[in-house]
């Protein structure tokens, strides 16, 4: 089952509005309290899609890349590169490796939460070694 939940959590990291309520669940939970700039927490598919919105206001491009999945039951952590190329300023950003805990619930992902320490991340979803 676990692969599965790679699998999903894959696809939805990508996932276009039309593809939410196939992987994501509706009641969904986007952590990002740990950003240094504007850390907040999004609900719903319209908190994603806020968010979303936010992210195209300041960045010209901006991309986050799986670098490695860690699966566990109903929890999937996924060690992330962000990168970016601002709007305003033209500044490219390659942020310091990061991790997403992401937790499933019913085949869909119910919790995205950023992470800046990749152990914690393992730590909290009980992958730790």
């Given at each position: 089952?676990?692969?599965?939940?790679?699998?999903v959590?894959?696809?939805?990291?990508?996932?276009?509005?039309?593809?939410?309520?196939?992987l994501?669940?509706?009641?969904?939970?986007?952590?990002?309290?740990?950003?240094?700039?504007?850390?907040?927490?999004?609900?719903?598919?319209?908190?994603?899609l806020?968010?979303?919105a936010?992210?195209?206001?300041?960045?010209?491009?901006?991309?986050s890349?799986?670098?490695?999945?860690?699966?566990?039951?109903?929890?999937?952590?996924?060690?992330?590169?962000?990168?970016?190329?601002?709007?305003?300023?033209?500044?490219?950003?390659?942020?310091?490796?990061?991790?997403?805990?992401?937790?499933l619930?019913?085949g869909?992902?119910?919790?995205?939460?950023?992470?800046?320490?990749r152990?914690?991340?393992?730590?909290?979803?009980?992958?730790?070694?």
């Amino acid at each position: 089952m676990s692969q599965e939940n790679v699998e999903v959590v894959r696809r939805a990291l990508k996932a276009r509005r039309s593809e939410f309520e196939e992987l994501i669940d509706p009641a969904v939970r986007l952590d990002l309290s740990e950003r240094v700039f504007n850390p907040a927490v999004y609900e719903g598919y319209e908190g994603l899609l806020l968010w979303r919105a936010e992210v195209a206001e300041v960045w010209e491009s901006y991309r986050s890349e799986p670098e490695r999945f860690f699966d566990g039951d109903e929890v999937v952590v996924v060690f992330t590169r962000e990168r970016g190329h601002a709007k305003g300023s033209g500044i490219e950003v390659d942020q310091r490796p990061t991790a997403l805990l992401c937790r499933l619930r019913a085949g869909r992902v119910s919790e995205f939460r950023l992470y800046h320490d990749r152990e914690r991340a393992l730590q909290d979803a009980g992958l730790a070694e």
